[in-house]
């Protein structure tokens, strides 16, 4: 059947590619999606941190610049008052500053003189391609250190081949592998269906975690994964798909979990992780063969937790 004259003449509706949710707005008119975030770089917290894992920190920091927004809705967010709080117009949080692409790409510079290991993008997914474009032109007037895409792993395999080449180190979450955990913890539907082909394309780019003779991370990839309180079977099946993907992945296990932002009504999440429940899931890592894996002391608790609305939000 012929096509009726005015339907390829209609405008197509715009689609944010940034991430799979796929939202029908044109951002680069400002237009806000599921993330809050439209046009511009809405930057939170930019500055050497030494609470990653000991391959990012180092022993100068990891370059961090924290990102406004988020495309997830995780009800334990620990980063809850940029991601979850954020309100775009105008931005209600006094830290947060909107830079361009040229103005990040100096401050991954200043980062980078002050002595960072890194530059590490914290909550990237929703602003990848603007990020690309700020890669890019830092990587003209200078960086060299390695950038770390620290993401929530709720990314756009497509978008991801778009920027190859401009990550070196791959740090993402494994949250969960069960959609109904996914729906109630973090707001999102197809989080089990999606997370597997990313770490796949992310692997696939990066390679295994490469670490130099001084103990810093140059190149590869990281799977974090958070234990939450009362989830063991989800933190058994996300080990056995990294068991799966290659026995040599690095993962970092982590404890650090106390209940934050909206977990306090929300049981089992209104509670510490206990240290039988985070034991079990480290011995059935090494069971799987993970022998690759970073631990935490169950102390770490209470030392990881920011506070945006200090001028520098980590304590330690
Ligand atoms: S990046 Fe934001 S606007 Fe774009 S699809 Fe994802 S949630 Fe929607």
């Known amino acids: 059947m012929r096509q009726p004259l005015n339907e390829s003449l209609e405008k197509k509706p715009q689609v944010c590619r940034s991430c799979p949710r796929g939202c029908p707005v044109d951002r680069s008119r400002g237009e806000i999606g599921f993330c809050r975030v439209g046009a511009g770089l809405p930057t939170a917290h930019r500055g050497l941190h030494f609470g990653e894992e000991p391959p990012l920190s180092g022993s100068r920091g990891s370059g961090t610049i924290?990102?406004?927004?988020?495309?997830?809705?995780?009800?334990?967010?620990?980063?809850?008052?940029?991601?979850?709080?954020?309100?775009?117009?105008?931005?209600?949080?006094?830290?947060?500053?909107?830079?361009?692409?040229?103005e990040l790409a100096r401050e991954m510079l200043r980062l980078q003189d002050i002595g960072a290991h890194n530059i590490n993008l914290v909550s990237p997914s929703h602003l990848i391609f603007a990020l690309a474009e700020a890669i890019e032109k830092a990587k003209k007037i200078g960086l060299v250190i390695?950038?770390?895409?620290?993401?929530?792993?709720?990314?756009?395999?497509?978008?991801?081949?778009?920027?190859?080449?401009?990550?070196?180190?791959?740090?993402?979450?494994l949250k969960c592998l069960d959609n109904a955990l996914g729906r109630r913890f973090s707001g999102v539907d197809d989080y089990a269906e999606i997370v597997p082909a990313v770490l796949s394309e992310m692997l696939a780019q990066v390679g295994h975690l490469q670490i130099n003779p001084d103990g810093v991370a140059t190149r590869g990839l990281l799977v974090r994964h958070l234990v939450l309180p009362g989830s063991l079977d989800n933190s058994k099946?996300?080990?056995?798909?990294?068991?799966?993907?290659?026995?040599?992945?690095?993962?970092?296990?982590?404890?650090?979990?106390?209940?934050?932002?909206?977990?306090?009504?929300?049981?089992?999440?209104?509670?510490?992780l206990r240290a039988v429940e985070?034991?079990?899931i480290v011995d059935y890592a090494l069971d799987l063969g993970l022998e690759n894996a970073y631990i935490q002391e169950l102390e770490s608790q209470q030392h990881y937790l920011p506070d945006f609305a200090r001028e520098s939000p980590f304590t330690m």
């Open 237 to 272: 099946a996300c080990l056995e798909l990294l068991a799966a993907i290659s026995p040599e992945i690095y993962v970092s296990i982590m404890a650090q979990y106390s209940p934050q932002y909206k977990a306090h009504a929300l049981p089992p999440l209104n509670r510490p």
């Open 66 to 102: 924290f990102f406004a927004g988020c495309n997830l809705r995780c009800v334990f967010c620990q980063n809850y008052q940029i991601s979850q709080e954020f309100q775009p117009q105008p931005p209600k949080h006094p830290a947060i500053r909107n830079l361009s692409p040229e």
């Open 146 to 173: 390695p950038v770390v895409y620290n993401s929530n792993g709720y990314d756009s395999v497509a978008a991801l081949r778009r920027i190859r080449g401009l990550v070196d180190i791959y740090l993402p979450d």
């Open 278 to 280: 985070y034991e079990a």
